[in-house]
Structure formats: C-alpha cells, structure tokens
C-alpha cells in the first residue's frame, strides 16, 4: 500500500481525504514507482507543482459544503437463506466528519411457498423463465413496497434494493441479482438503485461483500462487524485498512438440514444441541479448498450446491449429528477468522444471533466480546446498508471497496432508474 494511500484511510472522511484520493487518481504511477520513503516527497512536490489541482479542491471542497446532507431512503435486502424481504425506511444525515442514521420504520415479508421454491431453483430456469423471475420478482417487490410505504408519513427519496442473488462467480466475470428495479422505479414511482455488484465484479473483484463500507462508516465503533445470514461474512479495520470477506454457509446450510425433517430452521439450534459432533464430517469441511484461500473472497449458492451440500448429504448421519457437526463447524471458522484481529469488540448481527446453541459455541471459542444490538439492528443491518450505499451511489461516492473485494480500485456501484412522472396503477401479481 502506498503512502498516500495509507494517509488517504487514515482520513477516514473530510477535506484530507479529498487531498489524499485527488492526488492520488492524478499522480498514482508515479507515487507507486518510487520507494515508500520516497513517496512522501513526491507527495508534496506533485501536490504544490499541480497547476489545476488548487482549482479542482475547492471545487471539490465546496461541493461537500453544499450538496444535500439529509436523505430518506428505503433499504431492500432479499438474503441468500431465502427467509424473505427486509424493508428499512432510514434518515441519514451528513455532518462534516461523520454519518448517522435512524430507523423510522422496518419490517420483513416472508416469501410465500411458491416464490420461495422459484428462487431456489433460479439457477436452473430457462433464460427466458430467468428473465421473467426477474420481472415478476420486481412487482411483487414494488407491491410490498407500496404495502410498506402505505403506512408511513415519510416518502423515501429514493429505493435501495439488493435484489435476491442467483448466479455469483466472479472468477468468471459474472454476478446476477434479480428483481428488476425498472420495474419497481415504474410500479411505485420512486427512483431506483439497483445492481450493486457487477461494477465491482467487471473490475476484477469479487462484488462482495459489500456491507464494510457500512460497517465502517455507522459502525465503525465496533472493533469488527460479523453477519449471520446465509453466508457468513467479518469486517473489521487493521493496518488503516477495512478487511472484509465471506466466511462460511451459516443459515444457508443449518435450514437445508432442517428442512429435511419438516422445520423451516432450527430453532434456538436445539435439535443441534442434541446432536453429536462427527469428527470425520467435521474435519471434511474445515478442509474444502476455500478455507484455504486468503485475501478477498466470496461464497455463491454455486459452491454451496456443488460443494458444501454434498458433503452433509454423502454423511451417513442423523441430520441431528449433521447439524451438530455442522454448527460446531460454523463456530471453529468464526473464531478462526476473528482470531489475532486487533480489538476486542466484534457486533453480531443477522439471523444466526437468535440460534442460541451457535452463538454458545462462538463464544466458547471466540477470542472477542460479542456484542448483540437491538432487534432492530439484528433484522435490519444489511437492509440499512443498503440504504446507506444507495446515498453513497447517488452523491457519486465509492461505496465498494477493492481493499475488501479485490478489485482494481474503489469503485461507485449501483444502477440508477429515475421515476416516472406519474407511475402506473399497481396491478396485484402476487405477495410475499
């Protein structure tokens, strides 16, 4: 990492931070061919011998003076465990230094038995029953939407949506979340960001995780943020830098094993708790290949289908031994990854927090002190992320990290469908 760089994180926000990311987009190649003593010279000499430069941050300056501060948002978030639709109406405000934000109201729609059985078998569709998911996800989700909004005294700005991911293989260039957002832009008539991802993924990176710049600008206050969803993911902050990455299936893989024997998950991880742990399951997934991979990383219902499934259906087990073996699993590579990262705190969101028999087993093995927020904040993190990176998006400031998804550079994902001037009647084509 180069000098500037360094200072550029150590900034965190503010006129510094400015100075440091201009120079460094203007003057990157030559800063990166000196040495590191070197560097902070040329800093300077670039700094004071760049004619335009002074030019371009006042404007810059003054552009963080004058635009907007105050936004209403509504945050979408469809998560891999399938369990359904988070809503999260949030006000976020900019002072000079920082960012804060409130909830005024959130909310989740399940899925109803058909949708969630067209979702799980996305991967599999024709391309035209793909794009069609795709539309058809995005009425139902301005439907809900409508529904949501009906009860609120505030109108969102504008709509963050995740969209409900199906294919994700950056190695291979490629990322797909559905639930169109032109449709949803036209059905409620709310301008739309949408399609967070692929801007990453085409720069080299993996298009997740994609919550650490939440985590380090409304929760940065935590020594590192742990999410319990389908997959689990850590972020934390070391060396001036945000580190994030997936980790491991979490409830994703526990409601899979649950659904085998009539529960929709396992709740309080009880039917867990009376297991027995199996040493050789246990060690074959502690030994798949991606455990092994370090730096920037990322989980897809591919890999989990072709290989972490496998392994639990190939087990001659109980599915209460495979779910205990599977829990205890979980928990040896969450502390694994938190283990020796600076600080003490680590929040826990998501909902693997409510399976008491996990988080149990984490901390017997964890090295932080876990700390578990509000209900609110358990449901709704990801959804208020999004939120958050939609604003990000729309002031036209990186909210993707490549020091966290491996990409080329920071970047500014998110595609943008503007309302229309007067929407459509909402035609009913399904619930939730």
């Not at 960001?193 to 298009?207: E, I, K, P, Y």
Request: net charge neutral; with cysteine.
């Amino acid at each position: 990492m180069s000098v500037c760089q360094e200072t550029a994180n150590e900034q965190g926000s503010g006129l510094g931070l400015i100075v440091c990311q201009e120079v460094l987009e203007r003057h990157g190649s030559k800063l990166n061919a000196e040495s590191k003593e070197g560097q902070r010279s040329r800093f300077w000499f670039e700094l004071w011998n760049d004619t335009s430069f002074l030019y371009i941050l006042a404007s810059k300056f003054m552009n963080m003076i004058y635009m907007k501060t105050h936004y209403y948002v509504l945050g979408l978030m469809s998560g891999s465990s399938l369990d359904g639709m988070d809503l999260a109406l949030c006000h976020f405000e900019k002072t000079f230094l920082q960012w804060k934000y409130e909830v005024i109201a959130a909310q989740t729609f399940s899925y109803n038995n058909a949708l969630r059985t067209q979702l799980m078998k996305a991967i599999k569709l024709s391309a035209y029953e793909f794009v069609k998911l795709d539309m058809e996800l995005g009425l139902v989700i301005a439907d809900t939407v409508r529904t949501f909004l009906s009860g609120q005294t505030v109108k969102p700005d504008f709509i963050a949506s995740h969209g409900h991911t199906t294919f994700h293989q950056p190695a291979i260039g490629l990322t797909s979340q559905i639930g169109n957002g032109a449709v949803i832009a036209s059905r409620t008539g709310i301008t739309t960001v949408c399609d967070f991802r692929t801007s990453d993924v085409a720069l080299g990176g993996q298009g997740a995780p994609l919550v650490p710049i939440g985590d380090e600008l409304l929760f940065g206050h935590y020594d590192a943020c742990l999410n319990l969803g389908g997959f689990s993911n850590i972020s934390f902050r070391e060396d001036g830098q945000r580190i994030a990455f997936d980790i491991s299936p979490c409830n994703m893989a526990l409601n899979y094993l649950a659904n085998q024997i009539g529960m929709e998950y396992d709740k309080d991880g009880e039917t867990a708790r009376s297991g027995i742990m199996v040493q050789a399951l246990f060690e074959r997934l502690n030994g798949l290949d991606f455990y092994r991979i370090r730096g920037a990383k990322s989980l897809g219902k591919e890999w989990f289908d072709s290989v972490f499934k496998p392994c639990l259906n190939e087990a001659k087990l109980s599915v209460a031994d495979k779910m205990r073996t599977l829990t205890e699993h979980i928990a040896f590579q969450l502390a694994h990854s938190s283990a020796g990262k600076r600080g003490e705190t680590m929040l826990v969101t998501g909902g693997g927090t409510r399976n008491l028999f996990l988080i149990d087993r984490l901390r017997n093995l964890g090295t932080k002190d876990i700390v578990i927020p509000d209900e609110q904040t358990i449901d709704f993190k990801e959804a208020i992320i999004f939120a958050f990176l939609g604003v990000l998006r729309m002031r036209g400031e990186v909210n993707c990290l490549s020091g966290v998804t491996g990409a080329s550079k920071d970047n500014c994902g998110g595609a943008v469908y503007l309302r229309n001037a007067s929407s459509c009647p909402l035609q009913k084509r399904g619930n939730f």
